[in-house]
């Protein structure tokens, strides 16, 4: 789409302006990206020293707060220093809205965060841009969709969103869309044909088709529509744990056969019940492993880089957020008021780290460590963007 468009130009607009700002905010890190020393105390030294020379993706998170009621207008030195100190070399980062200003507003967001830390953060378009943040020791910012209503019934924007940078849609969040059913939609219906013409124009315009919140039956079309691998990049194995959001292992199989990528994500729905322990990631991953073969399983934590810092207004910031969702009909089964949404021992900015070193005592090669914590999706930017 030309950028001559009235609706380009405004959204170009809208994304010149946030940028612009970003000389007026706060002061970046310097060479914060390389202090590892800046991290919190808590840090744990590194177990496996190929963790510094790995790619490491994160197919969802943020820099920022996320999964979250808490509204930010810019990254704190805190959340820079995190996400310096993590060693993450990139992720997938949830803009969005429900229409295509709302969409650049939070493009804008970032672009001047982009511009005002370009020390800690960089742009992540491609898969040169990668090799680039990993080779600069920065943060990369993947921009992804977590739904399409935004797209509506015009397939236009898909390359108008891809001109701004979006790199990664998920077809549905939870419930019902106009592309097909998401995973609390009880009817579990398949794409609809609008659902498989969008299909195929991501497909046209290299965007990577995500179905982390999507139905099953939504998402076995989308694996057979798509041409190239697809991912479900935050989810987790239903064999394990019987949550909406986790697929069954034949979905799971559907995926690998095609060449996709499961991001297993680090939320209370690894298990039934208790808060989930970084035990319980490693079944989930172990099983997506035997169910997929270890080069179609990766991590998408559906964190932010900061850890929490669990006290009294946490909880009660908690509890308005769940109960937010649970208000507008979003809230997953297991979403609990009381129960904070992470693996309460990988409450770190490293926290890939040591999934890595987990897995690695339990006797998983380094070479199969390495596609976990990033060389899968790596594989799958490289098959579908190109390069």
């Known amino acids: 789409m030309s950028l001559d468009s009235p609706i380009s130009r405004r959204q170009f607009g809208l994304v010149a302006a946030g940028a612009a700002l970003a000389p007026t905010l706060a002061p970046t890190l310097g060479n914060g990206a390389q202090r590892i020393s800046d991290a919190p105390a808590s840090m744990p030294l590194a177990i496996w020293p190929g963790y510094a020379s790995a790619m490491v993706l994160d197919f969802l998170a943020s820099p920022g707060p996320f999964n979250t009621p808490v509204k930010f207008d810019q990254l704190s030195v805190e959340h820079l220093r995190n996400a310096a100190a993590s060693g993450i070399t990139a992720v997938n980062l949830t803009v969005g809205g429900a229409d295509p200003d709302a969409v650049f507003r939070d493009i804008a967001k970032w672009e001047r965060d982009l511009r005002a830390h370009p020390t800690v953060l960089m742009s992540v378009r491609s898969v040169a841009d990668l090799r680039a943040t990993k080779a600069a020791k920065k943060f990369?910012?993947?921009?992804?969709?977590?739904?399409?209503?935004?797209?509506?019934?015009?397939?236009?924007?898909v390359a108008l969103y891809h001109a701004f940078g979006?790199?990664?849609?998920?077809?549905?969040?939870?419930?019902?869309?106009?592309?097909?059913?998401?995973?609390?939609?009880?009817?579990?219906?398949g794409l609809t044909a609008f659902g498989r013409e969008l299909v195929a124009e991501l497909n046209a315009k290299r965007i990577i088709v995500d179905t982390g919140h999507t139905g099953i039956r939504s998402t076995n079309d989308a694996i057979e529509a798509s041409k190239v691998p697809i991912a479900i990049s935050h989810s987790a194995c239903r064999a394990i744990a019987d949550r909406p959001r986790s697929k069954p292992d034949s979905t799971l199989k559907k995926l690998a056969d095609k060449g996709g990528v499961v991001g297993i994500y680090l939320m209370p729905f690894l298990t039934m019940?208790?808060?989930?322990?970084?035990?319980?990631?490693?079944r989930h991953i172990e099983h997506a492993v035997t169910v997929c073969g270890e080069d179609h399983v990766g991590i998408g934590s559906d964190l932010s880089t900061t850890p929490h810092i669990v006290n009294g207004e946490y909880m009660k910031v908690h509890r308005e957020f769940v109960a937010g969702r649970l208000a507008k009909g979003i809230a997953a089964p297991g979403e609990d008021p009381e129960v904070p949404m992470f693996v309460t021992d990988l409450n770190s900015p490293r926290r890939m780290e040591l999934i890595a070193d987990k897995l690695l005592a339990r006797k998983h090669s380094s070479a199969r460590v390495e596609k976990i914590i990033g060389g899968n999706f790596l594989r799958l930017c490289s098959e579908v963007w190109g390069g």
């Open 166 to 189: 979006v790199r990664i849609i998920q077809l549905t969040y939870n419930v019902r869309n106009r592309v097909g059913d998401g995973c609390l939609q009880p009817e579990n219906g």
């Open 273 to 282: 019940g208790a808060a989930p322990t970084s035990d319980d990631l490693i």
């Open 140 to 157: 990369g910012l993947i921009y992804g969709f977590q739904d399409t209503v935004s797209i509506g019934d015009d397939l236009t924007r």
